[in-house]
Structures are given as structure tokens and as C-alpha cells.
């Protein structure tokens, strides 16, 4: 575990440099506290969605890196689920629908229902209101270290 607080922590004081900012200015422009800032970057905390998303925002990253940032922080805060029931379910792949969603132009309440992968349904079917549907299955590759 601490190895992936390190990873992002690093990943933190990489973005937060390039923006040529300190913690105790970081902390400023997102709103959290500076101790979060530090404690993050050490690897101390796990921080939740919306703190690395006032951190993200704060640093102005690019919506792509926002995304990546803060799922990166999902996938180190188990209390982070957007659907509790499901908690099978690794938090950064529930977490990605609404992603996927805005990226796609769909409000959330053009949303009728989701159904989840289960053993007979290999996707993700996504049901909206004008009657549409949309299909997505998620594939899992062993991970590679660059």
C-alpha cells in the first residue's frame, strides 16, 4: 500500500512543481489544507475523490489528467465507492461510467438505468430515457511497469 501512496505522492510534487507552486500555494488554490497537501505527497494519507479533485483542479490539470490523477487516488481510497452495493467492483472502474458519460455528452438524468457485467452479460449496458442504449465491455490486461 505505501508503495502506491509513494506513486502518487510523487505524481503530486511532479504536477505541483511543473506549476511552479508550493504546498502552502497549492493548498490555496485547491482549498485543502496545506498538512493535506504534505501528508499526500509523503504518502502518509489517502486522500478521497473530492479532495484530489480540488487538488487537480487547483493545479489546472487538463481534464485527462484530472481524470487520471484522481483515479489513481480511487484505486488507494476503498471508501471512495460512487455505488456501495457493488463493492466487488474495483472503485476506479464504477467511478469511470460518469467519466465516460461526460466525455460522451450525456447528462446524468438523461440516465434511465445501468446494468453492471454479471456471469450471462459481459458489459456494461447503460439505459437512458429517449430510449437509446449504450454497451461497453471492459476488458482486464496484466499490467506492465514503464
Known amino acids: 500500500m505505501k508503495s502506491g501512496k509513494n ?3 510523487k505524481l503530486l ?3 505541483r512543481k511543473k506549476a511552479n507552486l508550493t504546498q502552502p500555494q497549492l493548498a ?3 482549498g485543502v489544507a496545506t498538512s493535506i497537501v504534505n501528508d499526500i ?3 502518509i494519507r489517502n486522500a478521497g475523490s473530492k479532495t484530489l479533485d480540488k487538488i487537480a483542479r487547483g493545479l489546472a490539470l487538463s481534464d485527462e489528467e484530472r481524470f487520471k490523477f484522481i483515479m489513481m487516488g480511487l484505486a488507494l481510497s476503498k471508501r471512495d465507492y460512487l455505488i ?5 467492483y474495483p472503485p476506479e472502474i464504477l467511478n469511470y461510467l460518469p467519466f465516460i458519460f461526460q466525455r460522451s455528452g450525456i447528462e ?3 440516465v434511465k438505468n445501468v446494468s453492471l457485467p454479471n456471469k450471462q452479460q459481459k458489459q456494461f449496458i447503460i439505459n ?3 430510449g437509446k442504449s449504450i454497451s461497453m465491455e471492459i476488458r482486464l490486461a496484466p499490467h506492465k511497469e514503464s
Not at 84 to 88: A, C, H, K, N, T
Request: avoid cysteine; hydrophobic fraction near 15%.
Open 13 to 15: 510534487k511532479q504536477y
Open 41 to 43: 505527497e509523503n504518502g
Open 108 to 110: 446524468p438524468s438523461a
Open 28 to 30: 490555496g488554490t485547491s
Open 128 to 130: 437512458l430515457k429517449d
Open 7 to 9: 506513486k502518487i505522492g
Open 84 to 88: 456501495p452495493d457493488f463493492s466487488e
